[in-house]
């Protein structure tokens, strides 16, 4: 069964720290995808990146990198210079699809504080 | 404007009084479904549906139902809450077609209490 772990439950930085955030994640499929969502105070989700299986690069933007790594099942997720408006919750998810239907499985999320 | 359109946004009810959230998609998605939000737990899947009058099980199906009449409408019905309900609520929609999954659209959430 599909399995993604964020075993940072909170973190707390002060403002300009980098900061990464850990996702591993289970899975028995070879095509599957992995997304990265933020959730701040005022609640709605949104979403930060889309990477699929076979796509093994890193990818920048702006302040926001993520580590693909598949020989460790792991795709981190780091901000440099955080800003205090970077705090959220933030959500790793594994997406499968199995008999046709596509099935997505979230982490339980890492709270993130920025401290000015 | 894109968007998916949940409503209520706020309930306060009590056991056993059933009730429906609704949930509406503009993007012509055929994939949607449904998450509840727990402190600790993430976001747990509940029922999704890859088009209209294609519905399936998530995770936590158990106390609710849903159908899928129209592709734009994915409605959570309640038929007898239980406190164990009360919770944050999600509808997603998304461009999923076959093996690729596309990326997921939130409404803005309902939060649910059950007395």
């Known amino acids: 069964a599909q399995k993604v772990t964020q075993a940072q439950t909170e973190i707390s930085v002060v403002e300009k720290e980098d900061v990464t955030l850990d996702c591993v994640y289970e899975t028995r499929d070879t095509t599957y995808y992995l997304f990265w969502y933020k959730q701040p105070p005022s609640g709605e989700l949104v979403f930060l990146i889309r990477?699929?299986?076979?796509?093994?690069q890193n990818e920048i933007s702006g302040r926001y990198s993520w580590n693909f790594q598949k020989s460790t099942s792991s795709f981190n997720f780091t901000i440099t210079a955080s800003q205090v408006v970077d705090s959220a919750v933030y959500f790793c998810?594994?997406?499968?699809?199995?008999?046709?239907?596509?099935?997505?499985?979230f982490g339980q999320g890492t709270r993130l504080t920025i401290n000015p | 404007e894109a968007q998916v359109t949940q409503n209520p946004r706020y309930l306060i009810t009590v056991t056993g009084k059933k009730l429906t959230v609704t949930c509406s998609q503009n993007m012509n998605h055929e994939y949607m479904s449904w998450y509840r939000q727990d402190p600790g737990l993430g976001l747990r899947q509940i029922y999704y549906?890859?088009?209209?009058?294609?519905?399936d099980k998530g995770d936590v199906p158990e106390g609710y139902k849903v159908s899928r009449k129209e592709k734009r409408n994915f409605p959570l019905i309640l038929e007898s809450p239980s406190p164990n309900q009360t919770s944050l609520y999600f509808c997603?929609?998304?461009?999923?077609?076959?093996?690729?999954?596309?990326?997921?659209?939130f409404g803005e959430g309902s939060r649910l209490t059950v007395l």
């Open positions: 998810a594994l997406s499968e699809v199995i008999q046709g239907a596509q099935k997505l499985v």
């Open positions: 549906s890859m088009n209209v009058e294609v519905t």
């Open positions: 990477r699929n299986s076979f796509d093994e």
């Open positions: 997603a929609s998304s461009l999923s077609q076959g093996a690729v999954a596309g990326e997921l659209f």
